[in-house]
């Protein structure tokens, strides 16, 4: 049986939790606040928001979503968006009721996304922490592990599917390792992660499975009870089997899923799919390069706190934490490994897996870092806590003076976008070269803040966009009898010299 903690440890511990909390909270505020406080997203996350909007007003439903007459990628060939599961776009056309078309609705959604995350990351910190352990009372130090993850810190902001879906995910781990430690309300916790992995399943779909590894995972590393395991994970594959199944009873849900399974799914396995993967030697390791890269800052980290303690003779078998590191690794690997399956593989795809990593380093780090706190410190905890209030503070400054602006990425397409719309109607279809038919940016920026949908030149609608920096479109737009009516920095916008045309 593992010593308890001494007095001063746990003290150690409490007396750096606001610190801790406080430092943590200007971390992640300030990174927040540049990417959901400005205007500007990453095209997937402005497709999504645009299917939700339209949703929200009438144009396409829950099981059949609609982006808008024309796509930028060549595998969906309908005006129904098949290329994801629809949950997600579900939950947040429901908040544009709620608040209306503003740039700031899907960035509150993810807000509240993030927000709710964290929430269940800390109750899986403590879940798994000895009842006495002094680090339950840091609960800030996974926190802070996963927004020092340059994956986790952009693609959380960016409205994309991998958030919700890892929002639902660690709800049903939460579930599961209730099952265990509360025997008596089993059942309850068995349906609610069933409920979950579902949710999970229908805002991105197979990737989200790796949730069935859970029970065996916690044998392995935390429990050594195998039957139970193996019990769990039954119940919870056939329930979500069984509840998936109910679904599809439904005709439109069934037919999306069929086209979704067709158009994405096996696509993707046989290599019919675009990937990142083409670009880099790692290949089908693209995913565990992406998870190396967020994850090595920590590790060095770790392996320098090691040193550190050694040398001040760290003897603490009593916070000593690798079982709770070993299962959070096991379970990040589960969440990624599947992935190599198939050579669509992007950067945002580990998001999912990235809050286990961060509870894994936390419970790695934790320690040696509490360790070395317990020292002697010549900085007062009074005057620590003091400076990242302050910290804190300016975090709250920073974000009420760029509140309203672009990010700087996109300070330009922003406001390309917002003057064009001054000149197209809503509603409008503009004609555009092929170079531009297969480009994300304008697609997505102008259906988003403008309901505005490109359309192949030769259909000759009543305006037409070209790049400024490609002569050759423009003298195959002005072949076509359109007329320049105004210049942007990265667009020029015609119309037709025949403008009595009626807009098509």
Known sequence: MRPLPSVSLTQTARNLSLPGWLFTLSVIGFLLARRLLREGLFGDGLTYASIARNMAEGRGTFWQPFFSSSFWLPYNRTTVFYDHPPLMFGLQAQLFRWLGDTPYTEKIYCGGVIVLTAVLMLQLWRRLLPGRHPLRAWGWLPLLCWYSFRTAEWCNAQNLLDGTMSLFCLAAVWAMLNCFSEPRRAFAGVLAAILALLAAFLTKGPVSLHVLAVPMLYAIFIHRAVGPALAWTVALTVGWALALGAVLLHEPAREF?????????????????????????SGRFFVIQMLLQNVAPGLVTGLVLRVAAAKTSFRRPELTLNRVAWFWTALTLA??????????????????????AALGLAAWLGPRLLHLASLPQKLPVRTLTVLTAVLLAGVGLYGIRIVGSAYPRDRHIVDDTHRLGQHIPSFSRVGVPPSLMGNMI?????????????????SRPRFALAERNRP??????????????AAFHYFVLYRRSDVSSAAR
């Open 257 to 281: 899923m069929r086209t979704y399974a067709g158009q994405q799914i096996w696509a993707a396995l046989k290599g019919r799919r675009e990937s990142l993967t083409t670009e880099y030697a």
């Open 335 to 356: 969440a990624v490994l599947p992935m190599m399956v198939s050579t669509k593989q992007y950067e945002h795809y580990i998001v999912p897996a990235l809050p286990y």
């Open 442 to 458: 304008p697609h997505t920026y102008l259906q988003r803040y403008h309901r505005i949908e490109l359309a192949p030149l030769h």
């Open 472 to 485: 050759g479109d423009s003298l195959a737009v002005r072949s076509l009898g359109y007329q320049p009516l």
